[in-house]
């Protein structure tokens, strides 16, 4: 466990997520990922078994993926389907949402929910708004699901 915070008598737990952790996010029915934007070139290996759970994406480090476009590496080289849209980091962005939403459709129960945030953790006043609307969020999709609206 990275850290947890107490708020409205509901406990928040962030981990550093590891194979062996699968069995307890199981347990689990809100996951939010951070996923380093700037490594769009990289593999990441996902686990198929955690079907029944609300996501949330945050596109993280959306500052050192600008760095990266402006340093001149070239997205297209490592996506081919980026095509020939503009290389730099809003469109960037705009493309992984995209294909993030399109992958979640896919392969997703279609009673999934899946939120996306990009951020950059070092504007540490966005990430508070950020987390406050996951938060509420989250909220929602309990009270949904409970049939409480």
């Known amino acids: 466990m990275a850290g947890a915070s107490n708020e409205a008598e509901c406990d928040w737990y962030i981990y550093d997520l590891a194979p062996n952790l699968t069995s307890l996010l199981r347990q689990r029915n809100t996951i939010i990922f951070l996923a380093p934007?700037?490594?769009?070139?990289?593999?990441?290996?996902?686990?198929?078994?955690?079907?029944?759970?609300?996501l949330v994406l945050f596109m993280n480090k959306c500052?050192?993926?600008?760095?990266?476009?402006?340093?001149?590496?070239?997205?297209?080289?490592?996506?081919?389907?980026f095509g020939d849209r503009p290389n730099d980091a809003a469109s960037v962005t705009k493309y992984l949402k995209t294909k993030f939403k399109?992958?979640?459709?896919?392969?997703?129960?279609?009673?999934?929910?899946?939120?996306?945030?990009?951020?950059?953790?070092?504007?540490?006043?966005?990430?508070?708004?950020?987390?406050?609307?996951?938060?509420?969020?989250?909220?929602r999709e309990h009270l949904r699901h409970s049939n409480f609206v």
């Open 37 to 54: 934007i700037p490594c769009f070139d990289e593999q990441l290996a996902e686990d198929r078994n955690l079907s029944q759970t609300t």
């Open 102 to 139: 399109e992958i979640s459709q896919q392969c997703s129960p279609p009673s999934r929910t899946l939120y996306i945030f990009p951020t950059s953790v070092t504007d540490t006043q966005a990430t508070g708004i950020t987390l406050q609307t996951v938060r509420d969020g989250i909220l």
């Open 63 to 81: 500052d050192l993926l600008e760095k990266k476009i402006k340093s001149g590496v070239s997205v297209k080289k490592s996506l081919l389907s």
